[in-house]
């Protein structure tokens, strides 16, 4: 018996195929047609909100990213999405890793990354860096923002490959944990910039070292107060100090308050682990006794 296909392979496949060939175009009329039916409101017509969602994510659609999911299919996921922002309570972010199910609960073969949240800068960029940091395979991403009575929420829907089940978890752990950096990042922002303002006044009344030297760290300073630089984090700390004014062999102090935005969390580090500021070593003293006060260092 010959096994072989002709060119479409498995009668599965060449069904596939046809499905491919013979989907319609997608319209805004046609996907809210099938989202609607999909979220019970089939007749009705579209809210402003419903709308605007829908607007957005056919504004991103690229049929090439996506072959095979009609409007039909692309209604129902959309309906499903809709339904998880819904029912969003917040404050924190919440995400879920799904099969991707298009109209009457076809499997379409690939996996959807849901996240919603309140909106903020930096969140799309901040999800497909984690997405690629496990080797995630982005089919297509979609952004629509929703409006509430009382604020605006950010959705993110990302088409994936199918993840390994052994990876999904991390994933969904992962994507989290980037955007709550974010809502840290934004949230802290201005006491971020409050402190760069109060240590550059304490370096001007200070006034150490060379002046055209400290005149071009100020300059730093105020360039970078400037709009020109995005904190993430900040974190105050304070070397003890021995009975002769010298700097004591201790651990510095820090106070949770003095810990903002991503460095909220007391146990994230500033520098790789054996560089970051523990017990004072002989050559962490001999930077902060230095006649250089600001020092630029690569982060983890």
Same mark, same amino acid.
């Given at each position: 018996?010959?096994?072989?296909?002709?060119?479409?392979?498995?009668?599965?496949?060449?069904?596939?195929?046809?499905?491919?060939?013979?989907?319609?175009?997608?319209?805004?009329?046609?996907?809210?047609?099938?989202?609607?039916?999909?979220?019970?409101?089939?007749?009705?017509?579209?809210?402003?909100?419903?709308?605007?969602?829908?607007?957005?994510?056919?504004?991103?659609?690229?049929?090439?990213?996506?072959?095979?999911?009609?409007?039909?299919?692309?209604?129902?996921?959309?309906?499903?999405?809709?339904?998880?922002?819904?029912?969003?309570?917040?404050?924190?972010?919440?995400?879920?890793?799904?099969?991707?199910?298009?109209?009457?609960?076809?499997?379409?073969?690939?996996?959807?990354?849901?996240?919603?949240?309140?909106?903020?800068?930096?969140?799309?960029?901040?999800?497909?860096?984690?997405?690629?940091?496990?080797?995630?395979?982005?089919?297509?991403?979609?952004?629509?923002?929703?409006?509430?009575?009382?604020?605006?929420?950010?959705?993110?829907?990302?088409?994936?490959?199918?993840?390994?089940?052994? !990876?999904?978890?991390?994933?969904?752990?992962?994507?989290?944990?980037?955007?709550?950096?974010?809502?840290?990042?934004?949230?802290?922002?201005?006491?971020?910039?409050?402190?760069?303002?109060?240590?550059?006044?304490?370096?001007?009344?200070?006034?150490?070292?060379?002046?055209?030297?400290?005149?071009?760290?100020?300059?730093?300073?105020?360039?970078?107060?400037?709009?020109?630089?995005?904190?993430?984090?900040?974190?105050?700390?304070?070397?003890?100090?021995?009975?002769?004014?010298?700097?004591?062999?201790?651990?510095?102090?820090?106070?949770?308050?003095?810990?903002?935005?991503?460095?909220?969390?007391?146990? !994230?580090?500033?520098?790789?682990?054996?560089?970051?500021?523990?017990?004072?070593?002989?050559?962490?003293?001999?930077?902060?006794?230095?006649?250089?006060?600001?020092?630029?260092?690569?982060?983890?």
């Amino acid at each position: 018996m010959d096994l072989r296909t002709e060119p479409g392979g498995s009668p599965d496949a060449m069904a596939q195929d046809q499905h491919n060939s013979s989907s319609p175009p997608i319209t805004l009329e046609a996907l809210a047609s099938a989202f609607l039916s999909a979220v019970g409101q089939g007749g009705a017509e579209l809210t402003p909100a419903q709308h605007a969602f829908l607007s957005s994510v056919l504004g991103d659609y690229r049929p090439d990213e996506l072959p095979g999911v009609g409007p039909d299919d692309l209604g129902a996921v959309l309906a499903t999405f809709w339904a998880y922002g819904e029912g969003f309570q917040g404050p924190a972010p919440a995400a879920r890793l799904i099969r991707a199910r298009g109209a009457g609960g076809r499997d379409l073969g690939l996996d959807l990354l849901e996240i919603v949240q309140t909106d903020a800068p930096f969140l799309v960029d901040s999800v497909m860096g984690a997405v690629a940091d496990l080797g995630g395979e982005v089919q297509a991403m979609f952004h629509p923002l929703a409006a509430r009575v009382d604020r605006r929420l950010s959705t993110i829907l990302v088409w994936l490959a199918p993840v390994a089940e052994e !990876r999904r978890a991390g994933l969904v752990e992962l994507a989290l944990e980037a955007v709550s950096d974010v809502h840290l990042a934004v949230a802290d922002f201005p006491a971020m910039l409050a402190l760069l303002a109060r240590a550059t006044g304490e370096l001007i009344r200070a006034a150490p070292g060379d002046p055209a030297a400290l005149k071009d760290d100020i300059e730093f300073l105020r360039w970078m107060e400037d709009g020109h630089f995005v904190f993430l984090g900040a974190r105050v700390y304070d070397y003890p100090r021995t009975p002769d004014g010298g700097y004591a062999a201790e651990e510095p102090e820090f106070k949770p308050e003095d810990c903002l935005g991503v460095l909220h969390d007391q146990g !994230r580090l500033v520098l790789r682990r054996n560089e970051e500021p523990a017990v004072l070593s002989a050559a962490l003293k001999y930077r902060i006794e230095a006649p250089e006060p600001v020092i630029v260092a690569k982060s983890n």
